[in-house]
């Protein structure tokens, strides 16, 4: 035989590019931003950067991480705007009040809103007249009868309220996020009946042009009259991906796309400057084959970036500037610079150099959420993609074959990268696992060759004055629009058969999501080949499992607690027995399309805890207390559903028994004399409604007695009114508690006294919103009289009340202390960020 030939060695898997010396520093400058917000939280970033190997030669000492931090921190708190300290008298007012000021951003919002911010504003009405609004106003139009364009000078009628509210532990902070623009104060106002006036147009000639190209290509989608959901849904798809604008979409669409992870491709981030600029270098290819000679001038790669520039740079117009095009434009720009200076992968210094420069002109960018996860998701691409592509060398396929695997599994291999860097964010931020990556190998390529070139073309050629153009436009418009109808038509089909996955998962604290970032940027060194880092995964593992062990200690205490969240104007109680169970009493409810089940009431339940339930109770079938358990039970374990027999009507009330028979929930009614036993000597008593009482309003309310070892602990009445509560108390039932959650909100029509003195409470808290004055003066005093503590969440936020396992009295903690200082004392009556 032959001597065997020898095979040529395998070439080793090229490694992810390691970080320069500089650019641990820019990450230690982030970790000192984020710390003016969360101390420990950047503390324990800048120690994660401390333990990692740092790169060599010149490597940055720890000296500089820390100078990093330092430097960031003071960037972030010299950006942070301060809390007003003057306010106008009026705006604690509550009445509705003449606004005037000028349009600094259009946002569009699902289902046709408009968020409108208000630069230079003024307020009248009241004891004011023309009084400056502290920073800018927040001014949500609902059924717009004109679109603003920035610049506009606007008039408004409105109620004026902080930006506070939904004040729970574990949520978001909706006023420090308002705050980070800054933004202070709301306003809410109809188009449609006449409470928005245009008083000047803009004098912004490039917005003008916008918002003009922006209507011609919105009448040219407009769907027609009886088009169906998906139909609608495409149509307003297409207007996305050009300009941002997701007014076209319902809340249903959008929850829709983002179940089947494809959220980002609504995002206008990296992805879509990609395709954009992989537009400009198939005009280079073009031109190269039209003209040869070309590339002896310029090669290609250079007049590829050549060619996109421009093309970028309108999108991002297009876009309006958002942070994430922001990033993806100054990511394509350092990209090209270093291409130009022979850098082979430039995609991590590009992207460390767009976000230093991003963060250098505005460092309180770092907070934003879509830019946090656009970083991560390239991040993630660049580490995670070396082994990907030494596999793609060694697989043996004829080349068509080979390229069509290729290309397929590199669009599946890099949603897999970016999901997983960005899943610790995600939880956090919206408790949601979508495993789908899969239909983005559907639908990125014709998103990518075919919808979004139509979609700019037919853009591009709209506005031009041959008619043979105009009418291209028009048709490439509509072709693209059909393709994304195509996709939710497509999706419609694979959730009718529940073939998309999507699941609740436990909300990780920051520690959590600090460990799994260690621990993911371990393995990516790890893969790179470089020293191990021990030090530094051991530490991601340690604050990955720290707050699990923490919180199952305090599981084991035997307390008892009940919460009262702030779910604004509506109700939600929520009972943590030992041993990590919970249960809720309603999940609140407020008008339009804002999911309270899902962003407030789920995101409590969530935090650091799994998405389990031991019971959820219904008091009443008003939309104010059930309309968020049609998101909790469709996304929760729930083991039981209790309600009062009373079934709510329209859409919320077919959502709950959609839920509750998909997820296969036992659903039961009680009436007075059940009792829920909740083991260790907890009982929950059930004292209203009885028989012949009508279960359809507040009369039929469930009025429940949390007792423990014979001992009233709470009593929670729904919104039973003034003549059910005495009736109550007339009949002799045991009603003594500790804490009285008001009835009705706190309405002056709903507490007795006779029910006062059989309660006899010592805390007393009130589950209202700023639309109307709960709880009433008049009940206050007279809870204050009986030497009852009153609290109220639309100023206290979320109320913890803890009922000691050892005895003793309850421990009533509101979430949001009172401001001591004068200025930001005036500021929290004024409903301000708290």
């Given at each position: 035989?032959?001597?065997?030939?020898?095979?040529?060695?395998?070439?080793?898997?090229?490694?992810?590019?390691?970080?320069?010396?500089?650019?641990?520093?820019?990450?230690?400058?982030?970790?000192?931003?984020?710390?003016?917000?969360?101390?420990?939280?950047?503390?324990?970033?800048?120690?994660?950067?401390?333990?990692?190997?740092?790169?060599?030669?010149?490597?940055?000492?720890?000296?500089?991480?820390?100078?990093?931090?330092?430097?960031?921190?003071?960037?972030?708190?010299?950006?942070?705007?301060?809390?007003?300290?003057?306010?106008?008298?009026?705006?604690?007012?509550?009445?509705?009040?003449?606004?005037?000021?000028?349009?600094?951003?259009?946002?569009?919002?699902?289902?046709?809103?408009?968020?409108?911010?208000?630069?230079?504003?003024?307020?009248?009405?009241?004891?004011?007249?023309?009084?400056?609004?502290?920073?800018?106003?927040?001014?949500?139009?609902?059924?717009?009868?004109?679109?603003?364009?920035?610049?506009?000078?606007?008039?408004?009628?409105?109620?004026?309220?902080?930006?506070?509210?939904?004040?729970?532990?574990?949520?978001?902070?909706?006023?420090?996020?308002?705050?980070?623009?800054?933004?202070?104060?709301?306003?809410?106002?109809?188009?449609?009946?006449?409470?928005?006036?245009?008083?000047?147009?803009?004098?912004?000639?490039?917005?003008?042009?916008?918002?003009?190209?922006?209507?011609?290509?919105?009448?040219?989608?407009?769907?027609?009259?009886?088009?169906?959901?998906?139909?609608?849904?495409?149509?307003?798809?297409?207007?996305?991906?050009?300009?941002?604008?997701?007014?076209?979409?319902?809340?249903?669409?959008?929850?829709?796309?983002?179940?089947?992870?494809?959220?980002?491709?609504?995002?206008?981030?990296?992805?879509?400057?990609?395709?954009?600029?992989?537009?400009?270098?198939?005009?280079?290819?073009?031109?190269?084959?039209?003209?040869?000679?070309?590339?002896?001038?310029?090669?290609?790669?250079?007049?590829?970036?050549?060619?996109?520039?421009?093309?970028?740079?309108?999108?991002?117009?297009?876009?309006?500037?958002?942070?994430?095009?922001?990033?993806?434009?100054?990511?394509?720009?350092?990209?090209?610079?270093?291409?130009?200076?022979?850098?082979?992968?430039?995609?991590?210094?590009?992207?460390?150099?767009?976000?230093?420069?991003?963060?250098?002109?505005?460092?309180?960018?770092?907070?934003?959420?879509?830019?946090?996860?656009?970083?991560?998701?390239?991040?993630?691409?660049?580490?995670?993609?070396?082994?990907?592509?030494?596999?793609?060398?060694?697989?043996?396929?004829?080349?068509?074959?080979?390229?069509?695997?290729?290309?397929?599994?590199?669009?599946?291999?890099?949603?897999?990268?970016?999901?997983?860097?960005?899943?610790?964010?995600?939880?956090?931020?919206?408790?949601?696992?979508?495993?789908?990556?899969?239909?983005?190998?559907?639908?990125?390529?014709?998103?990518?060759?075919?919808?979004?070139?139509?979609?700019?073309?037919?853009?591009?050629?709209?506005?031009?004055?041959?008619?043979?153009?105009?009418?291209?436009?028009?048709?490439?418009?509509?072709?693209?629009?059909?393709?994304?109808?195509?996709?939710?038509?497509?999706?419609?089909?694979?959730?009718?058969?529940?073939?998309?996955?999507?699941?609740?998962?436990?909300?990780?604290?920051?520690?959590?999501?600090?460990?799994?970032?260690?621990?993911?940027?371990?393995?990516?060194?790890?893969?790179?080949?470089?020293?191990?880092?021990?030090?530094?995964?051991?530490?991601?593992?340690?604050?990955?499992?720290?707050?699990?062990?923490?919180?199952?200690?305090?599981?084991?205490?035997?307390?008892?607690?009940?919460?009262?969240?702030?779910?604004?104007?509506?109700?939600?109680?929520?009972?943590?027995?030992?041993?990590?169970?919970?249960?809720?009493?309603?999940?609140?409810?407020?008008?339009?399309?804002?999911?309270?089940?899902?962003?407030?009431?789920?995101?409590?339940?969530?935090?650091?805890?799994?998405?389990?339930?031991?019971?959820?109770?219904?008091?009443?079938?008003?939309?104010?207390?059930?309309?968020?358990?049609?998101?909790?039970?469709?996304?929760?374990?729930?083991?039981?559903?209790?309600?009062?027999?009373?079934?709510?009507?329209?859409?919320?009330?077919?959502?709950?028994?959609?839920?509750?028979?998909?997820?296969?929930?036992?659903?039961?009614?009680?009436?007075?004399?059940?009792?829920?036993?909740?083991?260790?000597?907890?009982?929950?008593?059930?004292?209203?409604?009885?028989?012949?009482?009508?279960?359809?309003?507040?009369?039929?309310?469930?009025?429940?007695?949390?007792?423990?070892?014979?001992?009233?602990?709470?009593?929670?009445?729904?919104?039973?009114?003034?003549?059910?509560?005495?009736?109550?108390?007339?009949?002799?039932?045991?009603?003594?508690?500790?804490?009285?959650?008001?009835?009705?909100?706190?309405?002056?029509?709903?507490?007795?006294?006779?029910?006062?003195?059989?309660?006899?409470?010592?805390?007393?808290?009130?589950?209202?919103?700023?639309?109307?004055?709960?709880?009433?003066?008049?009940?206050?005093?007279?809870?204050?009289?009986?030497?009852?503590?009153?609290?109220?969440?639309?100023?206290?936020?979320?109320?913890?009340?803890?009922?000691?396992?050892?005895?003793?009295?309850?421990?009533?903690?509101?979430?949001?202390?009172h401001a001591k200082a004068d200025g930001e004392s005036s500021f929290a009556l004024a409903g301000g960020a708290r």
């Open positions: 035989m032959g001597a065997r030939r020898k095979r040529p060695p395998r070439e080793a898997p090229r490694a992810a590019p390691p970080l320069l010396p500089w650019q641990p520093c820019l990450l230690a400058g982030v970790a000192g931003i984020l710390a003016v917000a969360a101390p420990a939280a950047g503390l324990c970033g800048l120690l994660l950067l401390a333990l990692f190997p740092r790169p060599a030669p010149g490597r940055p000492r720890l000296l500089l991480l820390a100078l990093g931090f330092g430097l960031g921190f003071a960037a972030g708190f010299l950006a942070m705007p301060r809390l007003p300290r003057q306010v106008p008298s009026c705006l604690a007012s509550g009445k509705p009040l003449d606004i005037v000021g000028r349009v600094g951003a259009v946002d569009g919002r699902p289902g046709g809103r408009l968020a409108v911010e208000l630069e230079e504003a003024t307020v009248s009405g009241g004891e004011c007249r023309d009084a400056p609004v502290p920073g800018r106003l927040l001014l949500t139009v609902d059924a717009p009868a004109f679109r603003p364009v920035p610049g506009d000078r606007l008039a408004a009628t409105g109620r004026v309220r902080g930006t506070g509210g939904f004040d729970n532990p574990g949520g978001q902070d909706f006023a420090f996020l308002r705050r980070l623009d800054g933004i202070f104060f709301r306003a809410y106002a109809r188009g449609d009946r006449g409470q928005v006036a245009l008083l000047a147009p803009s004098g912004d000639a490039w917005a003008v042009r916008r918002e003009a190209l922006r209507q011609a290509v919105a009448a040219r989608l407009a769907p027609p009259e009886g088009a169906d959901a998906p139909a609608r849904a495409g149509r307003a798809m297409a207007l996305a991906l050009v300009f941002g604008d997701v007014s076209g979409f319902s809340q249903a669409d959008l929850d829709l796309v983002r179940r089947a992870s494809l959220s980002h491709t609504l995002a206008l981030s990296g992805m879509n400057i990609s395709y954009v600029a992989a537009m400009g270098a198939a005009l280079a290819w073009g031109l190269g084959r039209l003209r040869p000679g070309v590339f002896l001038r310029l090669p290609r790669p250079y007049l590829s970036l050549v060619l996109a520039a421009p093309l970028v740079v309108g999108y991002c117009w297009l876009g309006g500037y958002s942070p994430s095009l922001y990033r993806a434009a100054f990511m394509f720009g350092c990209c090209a610079l270093l291409v130009f200076a022979g850098r082979q992968v430039p995609v991590l210094d590009g992207l460390f150099l767009a976000l230093g420069l991003m963060l250098a002109a505005m460092p309180l960018v770092a907070f934003d959420a879509r830019l946090q996860l656009s970083a991560l998701a390239v991040a993630g691409i660049v580490a995670f993609w070396p082994p990907f592509a030494a596999w793609g060398k060694r697989i043996g396929l004829p080349r068509p074959a080979r390229l069509l695997v290729l290309g397929l599994g590199g669009v599946l291999w890099t949603s897999l990268c970016a999901e997983a860097a960005v899943m610790p964010l995600i939880a956090r931020l919206y408790g949601d696992f979508n495993g789908n990556p899969w239909i983005n190998v559907a639908w990125l390529p014709p998103l990518g060759l075919v919808v979004t070139p139509l979609a700019l073309v037919g853009t591009a050629l709209l506005p031009l004055p041959v008619p043979l153009a105009r009418e291209l436009g028009g048709q490439a418009l509509l072709l693209a629009a059909w393709c994304c109808e195509g996709l939710m038509r497509a999706l419609a089909f694979l959730d009718a058969r529940d073939w998309l996955f999507t699941t609740a998962v436990l909300r990780p604290a920051w520690p959590e999501v600090l460990g799994c970032l260690g621990l993911l940027a371990g393995l990516a060194v790890t893969l790179a080949g470089g020293r191990r880092p021990v030090a530094a995964m051991l530490a991601s593992l340690g604050l990955l499992v720290g707050p699990t062990l923490w919180r199952s200690a305090s599981d084991l205490s035997g307390d008892v607690r009940l919460t009262v969240l702030d779910v604004g104007q509506g109700q939600s109680t929520v009972l943590s027995l030992p041993g990590g169970r919970r249960i809720v009493v309603d999940a609140g409810g407020l008008y339009g399309d804002f999911d309270v089940g899902r962003a407030v009431v789920g995101a409590f339940l969530a935090d650091g805890r799994p998405p389990r339930l031991e019971a959820a109770l219904a008091s009443h079938p008003h939309a104010d207390h059930v309309k968020g358990f049609v998101s909790l039970l469709d996304r929760f374990a729930v083991g039981a559903f209790y309600d009062n027999g009373g079934a709510p009507e329209g859409q919320i009330g077919r959502g709950i028994a959609t839920a509750l028979a998909r997820r296969g929930i036992p659903h039961a009614a009680l009436a007075a004399g059940d009792r829920l036993d909740l083991g260790r000597g907890l009982v929950l008593e059930v004292l209203h409604p009885g028989e012949g009482d009508d279960r359809s309003g507040n009369g039929g309310s469930l009025v429940l007695r949390l007792t423990r070892d014979g001992r009233g602990l709470a009593v929670v009445p729904g919104d039973a009114e003034r003549g059910v509560l005495t009736r109550l108390a007339a009949s002799g039932a045991q009603l003594s508690a500790e804490v009285l959650v008001l009835p009705h909100h706190g309405s002056a029509t709903a507490l007795s006294r006779r029910f006062l003195a059989a309660v006899s409470p010592v805390v007393a808290v009130a589950s209202c919103g700023d639309v109307w004055a709960f709880p009433a003066a008049k009940v206050e005093a007279l809870l204050a009289r009986h030497g009852c503590r009153v609290f109220a969440t639309r100023r206290d936020g979320a109320v913890t009340v803890t009922f000691p396992a050892a005895g003793g009295p309850p421990v009533a903690e509101p979430r949001l202390a």
